[in-house]
T-cell receptor, first 111, second 114 residues
Framework: DAKTTQPTSMDCAEGRAANLPCNHSTISGNEYVYWYRQIHSQGPQYIIHGLKNNETNEMASLIITEDRKSSTLILPHATLRDTAVYYCIVSVNFGNEKLTFGTGTRLTIIP | ETGVTQTPRHLVMGMTNKKSLKCEQH?????MYWYKQSAKKPLELMFVYSLEERVENNSVPSRFSPECPNSSHLFLHLHTLQPEDSALYLC?????????????FGQGTRLTVV
């Protein structure tokens, strides 16, 4: 699986959009970009994933650059409950046993 | 609620005890996973089961013994653990190697070995 690079931590004001970047310059053509988050002491929560096109669901939007070497997860109106560690993962699918979680970005929403 | 349920949520056990962690999924997935998350460390994949057969064992000590009796249930049997095995143990499920798949995690079992 391609390696990802994320900032260690970020702050965002409550009510503003939180934009979390991820670099994956060695991504292969058939690898998806997945985002998960983990709120303190809970299991990781699936957020969104995409291959090439931008994706949106009820939780977030995923913007993937045209060359697919980086992506941005957007939480449109951050709330205090969005404080968590956010993981960007690149893999052909989750069923790949070589899929690994890195250290992620610790996002803190500031009141 | 993710559709993946783990029990118990918290467990304290002595080093000579035997206990089991249970995971159950009702998502129709055919693969289940055990992960370990120690304090301030990334998630570590321990075991992968697909169609009830183990397909991956990431050099996990034999004091951890997984069991997958059917595609909906996964167990992790524990015996003679060490204090350094204290961690959050997470179960996940997905479609195995299907394209465009995602996994869903349980809430985890917080294990403390004393």
């Amino acid at each position: 699986d391609a390696k990802t690079t994320q900032p260690t931590s970020m702050d965002c004001a409550e009510g503003r959009a939180a934009n979390l970047p991820c670099n994956h310059s060695t991504i292969s053509g058939n690898e998806y970009v997945y985002w998960y988050r983990q709120i303190h002491s809970q299991g990781p929560q699936y957020i969104i994933h995409g291959l090439k096109n931008n994706e949106t669901n009820e939780m977030a939007s995923l913007i993937i650059t045209e060359d697919r070497k980086s992506s941005t997860l957007i939480l449109p109106h951050a709330t205090l409950r969005d404080t968590a560690v956010y993981y960007c993962i690149v893999s052909v699918n989750f069923g790949n046993e070589k899929l690994t979680f890195g250290t992620g970005t610790r996002l803190t929403i500031i009141p | 609620e993710t559709g993946v349920t783990q029990t118990p949520r918290h467990l304290v056990m002595g080093m000579t005890n035997k206990k089991s962690l249970k995971c159950e999924q009702h998502l129709g997935h055919n693969a289940m996973y055990w992960y370990k998350q120690s304090a301030k460390k990334p998630l570590e994949l321990m075991f992968v089961y697909s169609l009830e057969e183990r397909v991956e064992n990431n050099s996990v000590p034999s004091r951890f013994s997984p069991e997958c009796p059917n595609s909906s249930h996964l167990f992790l049997h524990l015996h003679t653990l060490q204090p350094e095995d204290s961690a959050l143990y997470l179960c996940a499920s997905s479609q195995y190697r299907g394209s465009n798949t995602e996994a869903f995690f349980g809430q985890g079992t917080r294990l403390t070995v004393v």
